[in-house]
């Protein structure tokens, strides 16, 4: 039952309560350098399928590495998290997170769950 009253709360206050997602942010692409770090990429699966020798798959391991880091961390994608909206029923959001507290409390107790469902 605090399952059920968790999840009817949770209901009421709407979806604008979930977190914000999570947006990559990529910046200008190098073609040339990309291009060789997924020619080497694609050379290192190759020799891994093909069961090369270990000192084989190294050397080519070693080459995409310094690849990367001449292509540099700008290529990564950055993680930029938008910020989480203001919850619209501050007063609701209060009573979901009271009751997810006790429910996550009765499980962290191993209460049985009887218990757990008349919360």
């Known amino acids: 039952e605090a399952v059920v009253k968790l999840k009817a709360l949770k209901l009421e206050l709407g979806p604008e309560s979930k977190p914000a997602p999570v947006v990559k942010v990529k910046p200008a692409p190098n073609p040339e ?42 290529s990564k994608p950055a993680l930029v998290v938008k910020p989480a909206p203001k919850p619209a029923n501050p007063e609701m959001e209060g009573k979901v997170k009271e009751q997810g507290d006790l429910v996550r409390k009765l499980k962290a107790e191993k209460a049985s769950k009887e218990v757990i469902d008349e919360a």
């Open 33 to 74: 350098m990309e291009g060789k770090v997924k020619e080497q990429g694609d050379l290192v699966r190759k020799l891994k399928a093909e069961k090369a020798s270990k000192e084989v798959i190294d050397e080519a391991v070693v080459k995409l590495k310094a690849l990367k880091l001449e292509l540099g961390p700008e």
